[in-house]
DNA sequence: GCAAGGTC
């Protein structure tokens, strides 16, 4: 009796090989792909790890040529499954043949009962083996024992209706893609590809609405009354309870009624006593909210990162939906691991505080794959960054290791305390906190929160009114969007899946759609007026109901509601009518897009890329010719407006730079000098002060002058503009920077930052009153 | 050249 059974990746195959052969089997390999083998009960057991889909949907090879195949013809032509990984087709067709009994045992849920499937189109070809599922919520010992125990038929409409998906999403992503690219193309020289996707559209559709937002804003004038009241020599602040006055005249009423009071009176006064409780273990979307949110980093590069700790050993597997700890998760030794190194004070305070036995705050997700996010080994600073090769990988380990430690800890206790206070009839409020035991805030500075303090006071006590005021003030519009706050909406609306949800952004950002400045996302012109054209014409895209929309078909699918064609025929007609919506509006959509295209295709090349030209107002470029180099501009032939370029020397376009006298650009040539475009060398131009500004550090402290750098080829000093000769050295490697602070002797602070290495600021004064 | 979903 021989069993084969298959797995969702080689992890997974060994440890169930591992649980099942109670530690006894041997690992081979076949056609290159890990198999482990192992005897039990007189059976042969041969378990193979899949390596996630084996299999892709896509178009036969004749509809592959964009220019010869109308893209709204893909809509209605089925796509065809083709193998992707040919040596796990191979292995298993080569197990399957030899086995009496098939087991697939990939994970539990539509993607993995889907490539379960793959793999059982591939056996049936070769066998008549009986063909089981093993169901298994986790790879836990008893889980695993029972799934194998009591193999069930393979779900069909589960895997169908991943199925559908494929199909759905190809069919739409495909047509979209080509047909705005093909049309955009024959408008604009681009080589660009303009994609369109379930996922990534209305992703971008998120950070388009929330720019229109922004652009739609009209501020408010508000007027806010706000009274300084002090007792027992603690001054604080109460406001007004209407908040925010939007009419005048009612604000400036309050406001004359109360303006000449000195005192008020507590009419009301509530002390709540209010926990925090650690936040939920970390799962990846959590994950990456937090990174984005606590260390700006970006989704792409704190799973990166993520996956680096993972695969050093330092972390547990990134990818994980569950945030929730299964009931025999080893905590004792994970804690005691990390007394170790760098978080050994903190992780003794979790024994302090564990005595009972560990109580983590779970949360509710169990999405039966991988444990939530957790450090696996403890380490110091220098071991992270020998093992990650990213500046913000301790950064990212003390963030998994903080969370980890603080969601054992106990809630945080806060008072929070509300009084009321009457002045003239007129009711403010005044609210104070204060943090009366830490608890998990204490591992977790992230969180922590200022004390806002209230002085002891009691209900009918009067209270000196120090101020009152009456401010006007606008509303202001909403904010960019940040990478966590993107990662929410999409998760709230099913957007992608914790493996692909940051995929998505990165799509956006390669198109040129968005891109994310320190936290915030902003959208680019052609990101903006693609989602516009669309939202015109196909504005179900651009929503995230578009996913909605296939989610319930194929939810029927697995439901059993409706058979794979039903739901693939009802999608397909629901692509068709966008599509159609899509060409009838084309022409107004194409003129609108390849507007931007175009000046951003050529802005793009930012090498080249000069100015405006004064002629047309065109982009300027360097144009390079066997006999020489010069600007030209970009809509030769109709315009030949052209500048000189000096000859010899790299050429540097100095975008910070603007010149006075209304030259398009300023042009660093090598290390000697600046050339204003069309003008000619700046140091002999009578503007030159002003375009180029000394960079003063202080004054003189030989005469009247100012010290100012001096940067030549090989080295930069201090140097005075009245030149009387005194002169200063100043670090010699690193960005220089000369910050608007001062130092006590009136020198400005200079911040030097050398490569990988933290950022110094100090007063380079040799003669500064503090080194005196 | 195109999607989204697995995995590494």
Redesign the pocket.
């Known amino acids: 009796m021989s069993i084969v059974a298959f797995a ?5 195959a060994a440890q169930i090989a591992s649980i099942l052969s109670e530690g006894n089997f041997e690992r081979t390999t076949l056609e290159g792909v890990n198999v482990y083998e192992f005897k039990k009960d007189g059976k042969q057991w041969r378990i193979m ?11 036969p090879q004749e ?5 010869d195949v109308d ?1 709204g013809v ?1 809509i209605d032509t089925m ?1 065809e499954q083709f193998i ?2 040919q040596a796990f087709a191979n292995a298993i067709s080569r197990l399957a043949k030899d086995s009496d009994e098939i087991i697939l045992a990939c ?1 539990y ?4 009962e889907n ?1 379960g499937f793959e793999a059982k189109s591939i056996a049936e070809k070769v066998c008549n083996s009986p063909i089981k599922r093993a169901r298994f919520s986790s790879l836990s010992t008893g889980e695993i024992k029972k799934a194998f125990q009591n193999p069930v038929e393979p779900d069909v409409n589960l895997a169908n209706s ?1 199925k559908a ?3 759905l ?2 069919k ?7 047909y705005i ?2 049309s955009v ?1 024959q408008k604009a020289r681009t ?3 303009l ?9 971008c559709g998120f950070v388009y609405e929330r720019e229109k937002a922004i652009k739609e804003f009209e501020p408010r004038d508000f007027w806010k009354i706000e009274a300084v009241f002090t007792h027992n020599d603690i001054d604080f602040q109460g406001t007004h309870r209407t908040g925010k006055f939007f009419d005048k005249q009612k604000a400036d009423a309050v406001y004359n009624k109360i303006s000449d009071c000195k005192t008020g009176q507590v009419t009301n006064k509530k002390v709540k006593e209010t926990k925090s409780s650690p936040p939920y273990p970390l799962n990846t979307n959590e994950f990456l909210k937090r990174a984005s949110k606590f260390l700006g980093l970006n989704s792409d590069r704190a799973l990166e990162i993520a ?1 680096q700790l ?2 050093s050993g330092f972390t547990s ?1 990134p ?1 994980t939906e569950t945030n929730k700890y299964a009931n025999d998760f080893d905590f004792q030794s994970r804690v005691a691991e990390l007394t170790k190194k760098a978080h050994k004070e903190l992780a003794l305070e979790v024994f302090k505080n564990s005595e009972d036995g560990f109580n983590p705050r779970n949360g509710t997700k169990d999405a039966q ?1 991988h444990p939530p996010i957790h450090p696996i080994k403890s380490a110091n600073k220098g071991d992270i960054n020998n093992a990650v090769n990213d500046s913000k990988g301790w950064d990212v380990y003390d963030l998994i290791v903080r969370h980890f430690l603080a969601n054992l800890m106990q809630p945080a206790v806060f008072e929070k305390t509300r009084i009321e206070i009457s002045v003239n009839d007129e009711i403010f409020d005044a609210t104070g906190t204060v943090k009366k035991e830490s608890g998990w805030i204490w591992v977790y500075p992230f969180e922590a929160k200022n004390d806002k303090i209230l002085p002891e006071i009691e209900i009918n006590e009067k209270l000196k009114i120090n101020k009152i005021t009456n401010t006007n003030s606008q509303t202001t519009p909403p904010k960019r969007l940040t990478e966590s706050e993107l990662l929410t909406l999409m998760d709230k609306n ?8 940051p ?2 952004i990165e ?1 956006n950002k ?2 040129g759609y968005f891109e994310t400045k320190g936290k915030s996302i902003s959208i680019l012109d052609t990101g903006f007026t693609l989602m516009d054209a669309l939202d015109k014409s196909v504005p179900l895209i651009v929503k995230p109901e578009i ?1 909605a929309r296939v989610e319930q078909l194929i939810q029927d699918v697995e439901d059993g509601k409706k058979s794979l064609d039903g739901a693939i025929n009802e999608g397909t007609a629901l692509i068709k009518q966008m599509y159609s919506q899509l060409t009838s509006n084309k022409d107004e959509m194409v003129s609108q897009i390849a507007g931007t295209i175009y000046d951003e295709s050529v802005a793009a090349d930012s090498d080249n890329y000069i100015g405006k030209c004064s002629e047309c107002s065109r982009v300027l470029r360097i144009v390079t010719t066997d006999n020489g180099r010069f600007v030209g501009c970009t809509g030769y032939p109709e315009c030949k407006n052209t500048y000189p370029l000096p000859k010899k020397g790299a050429l540097n376009i100095m975008k910070s730079r603007e010149c006075k006298k209304g030259a398009p650009a300023v042009i660093k040539v090598g290390n000697k000098y600046h050339w204003a475009v069309g003008i000619g060398p700046c140091f002999k131009c009578d503007m030159e002060n002003e375009c180029f500004p000394p960079e003063i550090v202080g004054q003189c402290p030989n005469c009247d002058g100012y010290m100012f750098l001096i940067k030549t080829k090989d080295s930069r000093f201090l140097g005075c503009t009245n030149k009387c000769g005194y002169t200063q050295s100043v670090p010699k490697s690193g960005r220089l920077t000369i910050l608007d602070d001062t130092c006590e002797c009136g020198w400005n602070i200079v911040r030097v930052k050398e490569k990988e290495k933290e950022a110094k600021e100090f007063c380079v004064n040799r003669k500064c009153i503090n080194k005196l």
């Open positions: 969702e990746k080689n992890k997974a790890g899949l390596s996630g889909h084996i299999m892709t949907y896509d178009y509809y592959n040529n964009w220019k893209p893909l796509p992707t990984k994970d849920d539509r993607e993995g490539i991943a998906r494929q199909i999403d190809l739409m992503g495909v047509a979209f893609t080509r690219t093909l193309q080589k660009g590809v994609s369109i996707g379930p996922c990534q559209t209305p992703t996956e993972y695969l597997y990818r794959d099913g957007i992608g899946t914790k493996a692909t949800a995929t998505h799509t390669k198109r996913r």
